[in-house]
């Protein structure tokens, strides 16, 4: 995983954004990643720990960001969407472990909103992704 070719946008008397950037300036090519959940390839779930699925869905996106020659340090936004922020909220230092391990040392500008349920009941969480490939 690389040094991120985007510039983050912290104004200077802004408390430090922690696991996240406040803004991201990117010039490239675009890759919108839809909806991705923590199921594998042949759409099925693994498991249904709230960990897992956040795991799994970060892979998801991994993957989807290779299929046109991105990696994780071009990610720019994050929206995710989870059923239960208590659970998410309970479980941050586990969450943070995995997305560095995934995801790497790379926070771009995200957003969490709960949502009552996702499209697939054993979905926990589901999370869109933008990336900028810097062009040349």
């Known amino acids: ?12 008397n802004w408390k430090p954004a922690l696991g996240y950037a406040n803004g991201v300036a990117a010039s490239g090519r675009m890759i919108f990643c839809g909806g991705l ?3 594998n390839a042949q759409q099925e779930f693994e498991s249904d720990d709230f960990i897992d699925q956040v795991a799994q869905t970060l892979r998801n996106i991994v993957a989807v960001l290779a299929e046109a020659g991105a990696g994780p340090e ?8 989870v059923t239960d922020k208590r659970e998410y909220l309970a479980r941050l ?12 040392k790379h ?9 009552v349920a996702l499209v697939e009941d ?5 999370i869109e992704a933008t990336a900028v490939v810097p062009e040349g």
């Open 74 to 81: 071009h990610i720019v936004r994050l929206t995710w969407y």
């Open 122 to 126: 054993r979905a926990k969480v589901e």
């Open 93 to 104: 230092k586990e969450l943070g472990r995995v997305y560095r391990e995934i995801i790497g």
């Open 1 to 12: 995983m690389g040094e991120s070719p985007h510039e983050f946008l912290h104004p200077r």
């Open 107 to 115: 926070f771009p500008a995200m957003a969490l909103v709960q949502v």
């Open 37 to 39: 959940i923590g199921w």
